[in-house]
């Protein structure tokens, strides 16, 4: 695999390095620092959406960042809901639920590759990932500001994700198992 830096990758590879920063401003748990985790939280899921669409635009898309821009994703994911749940922030056993449901979509994606098949994002796992992503974002805020409690409507947002993560599971395994009985690809 030849190394490609070029932007996307670039700003796939400042995701990954800004999750230690995340975890370590995170945990100085201040409100202060509570608004520097969260921007820069914002910063690494701009940035996720970000490197996708360049390299999609301007025909960047290169191996390296196929296999670094979903591990960049879940490590940002996993390390976030770890250090929540270590700050008595999420209950693990909803974090337990969307990683598995992350690691189990992975062994799927994998088994579909060894015959073919991509099996592409589909809209109820981008809603799962919008909706955890901003969950993830509110709770590691945890200030209440402009009369808002930001920390409840986390709270909210991420059951209202652990459903669309239980859900968009369920959808891809049925349309990959129903589509692959009849010997076409999974949509």
Known sequence: MKLELNIANQ?????????????????????????????????????????????????MVTDLGKILDPIADKILVAAALIALID????????????????????????????KGIIIAAGIWGKLKTGFQMVAIGMLSFKNVWLGINWFLLGEILMYIALVLSIYSAFVYYRDYFKNENKGEPAQ
Request: charged fraction near 15%.
């Open 87 to 114: 700050l008595d922030r999420l209950y693990w056993w909803i974090a337990v639920i969307m990683l598995a449901r992350d690691f189990s979509m992975e062994a799927l994606r994998n088994l579909a590759a060894s």
């Open 11 to 59: 700003l796939t590879i400042v995701r990954v390095v800004a999750i230690p920063i995340y975890l370590l401003v995170l945990y100085i748990n201040k409100d202060w620092s509570n608004v520097a985790a969260t921007i820069i939280f914002i910063f690494a899921g701009v940035s996720d959406f970000l490197d996708g669409y360049i390299a999609r635009k301007y025909n």
